[in-house]
């Protein structure tokens, strides 16, 4: 299965609305779930779009103001439907 690949907004901005919580917990997460290989998360600088954070990037596409528990309802949805697609 190919990695999804998260990138979290770290800038400060996108940090203190709620992206360290969620870059912990989903870290944990994905750890519990035996799914380290399958999701490379990575942090990155401000994006631009302070506003509307937290902000994070998944597979491409940009996520606006979710908390750790709808990023990893999403994470999974996207592990789901890989693992669907291999077979
Ligand atoms: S800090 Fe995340 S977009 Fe600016």
Do not use: W, Y
């Amino acid at each position: 299965m190919p990695a999804i690949e998260l990138v979290v907004c770290m800038g400060s901005a996108c940090f203190s609305r709620g992206n360290v919580r969620v870059l912990e917990l989903i870290q944990t997460h994905l750890r519990e779930r035996g799914l380290a290989d399958a999701v490379k998360v990575k942090g990155t600088l401000c994006q631009d779009r302070c506003r509307q954070g937290p902000n994070l990037t998944l597979q491409g596409e940009c996520f606006c103001g979710l908390g750790p528990d709808e990023v990893i309802d999403l994470v999974e949805e996207r592990v789901a439907a890989l693992q669907a697609a291999a077979g």
